[in-house]
């Protein structure tokens, strides 16, 4: 073995430059020669065998909507007629949209943006957008359905408690017993309710002010719905104008 490699051993047994110097006879300027010549081309040479383990790169995963964009870009639409088709999704207002697609004044969009809202095409794409828009929140008919059966079938009593009570006491210029009557009403305690149907909640100088969502509307609401999907089919007889009949879904 060359006195450079004996010496590269006590070198990585952790030896100093002076030490080794001495050992072997020459100067500290040769030591750190024999280090750059050919200590450090032997550890390069072991790096290199060392297997290389490269990072894996973050594949960003594409949403229902990213992929119904680039369905869009491929589409044979121009591209102010695809940039009027975001723009009309995100804002469902065809005037706003032409503007901001086309760069016109509002009284050219006012007429021009519905007009366009018509071409088969563009019609064909809103929807895919929209689709995939209603698929990606997780939002169906039914859950729609769901709250507006929840505002329908609403119930004050379930976020206030009220009452009456009879308070005895003696009347001061006759000293003989009396009886008052009086009302009370309490709020329930938030954590014990369902505040989705709670439209305003108020303690003012009046008192307590709790108002939940239009009952009426929402039935109303759910009874069109019901007429048109034919759950319900309206009949016209001269006793009641206004009875219906519940149908099942296969129509009988």
Known sequence: MKKYEEAEQDYLAGMKYKDIADKYG????????WKSRYWNATKKVATSQKSVHTKPK??????????????????????????????????????QAYINAYGVDYSTAKTAGPRLLENVGVQKEIKRLRDARFKELSIGVFDLLDDVVAEAKGDLGEYINFGSEELKSVDEDTGKP???????????????????????????KDGVVVELHDRNKARDTLLDWM?????????????DKNKTTVVDDLGG
């Open 26 to 33: 020459v100067t500290i300027n040769t030591v750190k020669s």
């Open 178 to 204: 009396i009886t008052k009557h009086y009302s009370w009403v309490a709020l329930k305690d938030k954590s014990s309710v369902d505040t989705k149907l709670l439209k305003k909640v108020n303690v003012g």
């Open 227 to 239: 007429l048109k999907k034919g759950r319900f089919v309206e009949e016209n007889n001269t006793d």
């Open 58 to 95: 973050k594949v960003a995963h594409k949403t229902v909507t990213d992929i119904a964009i680039e369905e869009l870009a491929n589409s044979d639409l121009n591209d102010k007629r695809k940039a009027f088709v975001i723009e009309f999704v995100r804002l469902y207002n065809a005037t």
